[in-house]
């Protein structure tokens, strides 16, 4: 019995993996069910016991990207947070999330580049999403402050913003639009950039 269930959630995963290169390569208006059944090989009538259409499976698509993200999010959050600038471990957090995009680069395309216009709720989810990036971000700015190790003539919600900016377009303009991007780096770039923007002591 376990096995059986083990197989349906790995032919419903196959499925969505099938999805996510088709509407990356063709976009949403452009795949048919008859390219994702042909992406995954098999029957049609495999793909409707999962998904009674091909709005459905996108939804999915949607609900994975979100499951995937915010998971990523909560453990950085859970984690316990030095009172003090540190480099590597700033740069060790920006790799993960660039590598998590590179790793997942089929599903950030279907993601950015078609999620907004298919789904009404999208926006509304991202936008809850972003917040509680921004709220943590925020707060770990103000401690900061408080510490000595950051100027506090700079605002904290401003930071927020210009590192979601600094996020989406590396993630756009660099991971999606490049056969082999060297997140190296790009974290290194970027660490550097905003290390000597934030800190007290230049």
């Not at 996510?20 to 208006?29: D, E, M, S, T, V």
């Not at 790793?103 to 509680?132: C, G, M």
């Not at 993630?171 to 905003?194: H, K, M, T």
Request: aromatic share 14%; hydrophobic share 45%; with cysteine.
């Amino acid at each position: 019995m376990a096995q059986a269930v083990l197989d349906k959630e790995a032919r419903r995963q196959q499925l969505l993996d099938a999805a996510i290169k088709a509407f990356a390569r063709k976009g949403y208006l452009e795949t048919s069910i008859d390219d994702i059944i042909s992406e995954a090989d098999v029957a049609r009538g495999t793909f409707y016991l999962y998904f009674p259409g091909k709005k459905e499976i996108f939804l999915a698509i949607i609900d994975r990207y979100f499951e995937l993200v915010s998971d990523l999010v909560h453990r950085f959050m859970a984690e316990e947070w030095p009172a003090q600038l540190d480099r590597a471990r700033f740069r060790e957090h920006v790799l993960t999330w660039l590598q998590f995009f590179a790793q997942h680069r089929n599903l950030a395309k279907v993601i950015y580049r078609e999620a907004t216009s298919i789904d009404p709720q999208f926006e509304d989810r991202w936008n809850r999403l972003s917040e509680t990036v921004k709220n943590f971000l925020t707060e770990r700015m103000h401690l900061l402050q408080q510490a000595g190790h950051v100027r506090r003539t700079l605002d904290p919600q401003a930071w927020a913003l210009f590192m979601e900016g600094i996020f989406h377009a590396a993630i756009c303009n660099y991971i999606l639009s490049s056969e082999r991007p060297d997140l190296g780096w790009l974290a290194d770039q970027w660490v550097d950039f905003v290390l000597w923007g934030i800190s007290e002591n230049k």
